[in-house]
């Protein structure tokens, strides 16, 4: 059976693929997220993933873990979020796992997640955190390549650990000292 996509059904990307220094200059600002941008936040991660395995579509739970222990970081272009990600901290063990990683379709291939990254292990550092770390999906090629080229080491490989995306999928482990 043949698949195709007519060219005319899908919408062209009105902003030009950039990275590094280029990048910057469609970016308005890299901020800390704050409980007044959660339904914004929302709406990105239901475009961004189809499913999730914490309540990330819900901006109640998105302000509940952001009064919590969770510190979301923005990348905004005019008044979107292009990308966003967070740290979700553990002060007893100075850890903070880096997650929740999502660009907007329309801004993706850009480096807005090392940019994101780069942002919030200066932002932990400030906090104390030792140790930063993360789980990423192992099909991500780019997502693991964001971590190994800043610095991560590998620490293993969960198979079909997290339920993401639709389905259940092998997740890699990363971590480095901060």
């Not at 395995?53 to 970081?73: C, E, G, H, T, W």
């Not at 903070?96 to 801004?107: G, I, K, Q, R, V």
Request: hydrophobic residues 45%; aromatic residues 10%.
């Amino acid at each position: 059976m043949a698949f195709s996509i007519s060219a005319s059904r899908i919408p062209a990307n009105p902003l030009p693929r950039y990275k590094g220094s280029a990048a910057k200059s469609v970016i308005s600002a890299v901020r800390p997220a704050q409980t007044d941008d959660a339904e914004n936040l929302a709406a990105l991660f239901q475009r961004v993933f189809p499913t999730y395995p914490f309540p990330i579509f819900d901006p109640a739970y998105l302000k509940k873990s952001m009064q919590d222990n969770v510190r979301y970081f923005l990348i905004t272009h005019g008044e979107n979020i292009a990308a966003s990600a967070a740290c979700e901290v553990d002060e007893a063990s100075l850890t903070a796992e880096m997650t929740d990683f999502a660009a907007d379709p329309l801004y993706r291939g850009r480096g807005f997640a090392g940019i994101l990254l780069a942002e919030m292990e200066k932002a932990m550092k400030r906090e104390g955190i030792i140790t930063g770390y993360t789980i990423a999906r192992s099909i991500s090629l780019p997502m693991n390549a964001v971590f190994a080229g800043a610095g991560y080491r590998f620490g293993g490989m969960l198979p079909n650990n997290t339920n993401i995306s639709g389905a259940m999928e092998s997740m890699n482990i990363w971590y480095k000292k901060l």
